[in-house]
Antibody
Framework: EVQLVESGGGLVQPGGSLRLSCAAS????????MHWVRQAPGKGLVWVSR????????SYADSVKGRFTISRDNAKNTLFLQMNGLRVEDTAVYYC??????????????????WGQGTLVTVSS | DIQMTQSPPSLSAFVGDRVTITCRAS??????LNWYQQKPGKAPKLLIY???ILQSGVPSSFSGSGSGTDFTLTISSLQPEDSGRYYC?????????FGQGTKLEIK
């Protein structure tokens, strides 16, 4: 059974830092791209960041670029999100999601096939 | 960034009805379009990827179609467990973007 379990959320003051973790099991972690997606209370889904299966390529939403860093430890099947310079508007449930990046003759199709349960980050003074 | 616009924002239908949700991209995204279902307090669940491919384990009552800028998610016969919020998402290029969601209620 595929499992993604996030941890590390909590209450932090503006300007503070948090490190989120996502422990993966039940699939070949090292062959999947991984993403972070967030959802502010009562709002829609927003993509935050992604990392290639080997960790050598990363991308970020403009809203977090320069403040957040995605990384992974394939030996420990764990994804991370280091969040610095947190702002009130970063308050959200943060989900990790796996991406099999399925390739066919027509191209390689990214999708979020499995999600964790989410961890709540609250930025407030 | 590619903007994704869903319609309608909400809808209500009877069990057994055929339901269609549309999603429009601000530029052509070929077939790089995914659909998700989210229930309150839960993580999203992948339904359709590459515009029309049904994710394993998803009921065949769900189907997706479209390419370029216009896409549809269809539920052929609505069931009570289909209530929730539905999101489209483009995977053509980063930043990946989602539609604002469609809330589906059962009458």
């Amino acid at each position: 059974e595929v499992q993604l379990v996030e941890s590390g959320g909590g209450l932090v003051q503006p300007g503070g830092s948090l490190r989120l973790s996502c422990a993966a099991s039940g699939f070949t972690f090292s062959s999947h791209w991984m993403h972070w997606v967030r959802q502010a209370p009562g709002k829609g889904l927003v993509w935050v960041s992604r990392i290639k299966s080997d960790g050598r390529s990363t991308s970020y939403a403009d809203s977090v670029k320069g403040r957040f860093t995605i990384s992974r430890d394939n030996a420990k099947n764990t994804l991370f999100l280091q969040m610095n310079g947190l702002r009130v508007e970063d308050t959200a449930v943060y989900y990790c999601a796996s991406d099999p990046d399925i390739c066919t003759g027509g191209g390689c199709y990214s999708n979020f096939n499995f999600w964790g349960q989410g961890t709540l980050v609250t930025v407030s003074s | 960034d590619i903007q994704m616009t869903q319609s309608p924002p909400s809808l209500s239908a009877f069990v057994g009805d055929r339901v269609t949700i549309t999603c429009r991209a601000s530029q052509s995204i070929s077939s790089y379009l995914n659909w998700y279902q989210q229930k309150p307090g839960k993580a999203p669940k992948l339904l359709i990827y590459a515009a029309s491919i049904l994710q394993s384990g998803v009921p065949s009552s769900f189907s997706g179609s479209g390419s370029g800028t216009d896409f549809t998610l269809t539920i052929s016969s609505l069931q009570p467990e289909d209530s929730g919020r539905y999101y489209c998402q483009q995977s053509y290029k980063t930043p990946y973007t989602f539609g604002q969601g469609t809330k589906l209620e059962i009458k």
